[in-house]
């Protein structure tokens, strides 16, 4: 098969190379320069969407809705976007092999393709029951949601299972967001989680007793403490049952299973420094070979702010670390240096009509403020983390634009606080006191 060589080559077609794309164009590269390989069938588009308005029953996000980089409302980049900046979208081809040493990447198909300079993003790949050998869990209708494929099985399963009962596994983000819009879609809908509360790596109980609370407003069970440890089959080999390790069985139409994420980084292992489970790189995402970046999920970097190194699974980071890697690519060429990357970590959802969003660290010590009352006409509450008398996070629910931003400055400058107490009581204007 013919052998193609790329200037710059990307690999993974998601929202890290997307922003990527759009960078280098902003840069500047000549047409053949740059190729993206993508091992999805689609030019990139915002993750995100999957989980939440691509299933709804009315009005779903459709491609090409959600390209890149609508999300952070910028220029939508359709696939004429590549074509007319002499950009390569080589899609629906897996690379199956990365030669670091010699610049080569090997397709499934056998195609080879070289290289001056990679970008490694490749993303992260759902964790599955079946690899921890839980009994039954490749039954039909057990559904994974990672690419726009596994959106689409599950569209086309909930309107096969009309009115039917899903169990969700998992009571993570994706666990979350997905028991909501299975709600929205008239499903019947149990989540089940081992750990007391949903949402356990970013939610305190407090935060937590809401979401809790409104879900089961909503209908939707929830059962915490115990895990799924096996699924029983129809005779068409469909899922119908799902066994709990405290020994209920709950009938199950469909499952879908949210249990977290491992960073796609086996192509590369061995031959580039990983730590935390991800790509190491420095503050402009290069690696520890030379002419490699990793950028987005892979990628395990300095966080400044923290003086730590950190891996972070968040689409704003996805965005951001590929402007901060294109620039630092061409800042090279053109022998300008650019800043390190200097990352406030920021994470969101959306389920129902709930809207959150978080800035900067949980650690510490929290404190809880505004109204979270399941009664209210409009909640809003949040909490503050605190580390060493300073605040180094926040979260806030149902935040103006204007809020949101008040808590992003706090969670940025690191305030000293006093007295707690206060703090609980003033709550939200505190941060608009900074
Ligand atoms: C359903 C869902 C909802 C989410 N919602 C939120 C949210 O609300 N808020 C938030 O902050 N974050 C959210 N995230 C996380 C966010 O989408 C990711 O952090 C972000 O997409 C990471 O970008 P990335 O480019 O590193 O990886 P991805 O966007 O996953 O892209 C990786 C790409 O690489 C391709 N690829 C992998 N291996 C190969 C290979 N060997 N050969 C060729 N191509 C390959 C994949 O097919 C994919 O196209 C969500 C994630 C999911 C799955």
Redesign the pocket.
Known sequence: MAEKHFKYVI???????GYAAREFAKQGVKPGELAI????AVAPYE??A??KAYLFPEGAARLPGFHVCVGSGGERLLPEWYTEKGIELILS????KADLASKTLISAAGATFKYDILVI????SVIKLSDFGVQGADAKNIFY???IDDADKLVEVIKAKKDGKVVIVGGG??GL?LGATMKINNLDVIMVYPEPWCMPRLFTADLAAFYEGYYAKKGIKIIKGTVAVGFDADANGEVKAVKLKDGRVLDADIVVVGVGGRP?TT?FKGQVEEEKGGIKTDGFFKTSVPDVYA????ATFPMKLFNDMRRV????H?RKSAEQAVKAIKGSEEGKSIDEYDYLPY????SFDLSWQFYGDNVGDTVFFGDSDLESTQPKFGSYWIKDGKIVGAFLEAGTPEENKAIAKVARLQPLVQNLDELAKVGLTFAFNI
């Open positions: 690999i993974g077609g998601g929202v890290a190379a390989i993508s091992k999805e993750r995100p999957l989980s081809t897996e690379i199956v993003a490749t993303g992260s949601l990672r690419e983000y994706i967001e796609l192509l950028i987005g999920d892979v699974e968040h689409v704003d996805a994470f969101y959802s959306r």
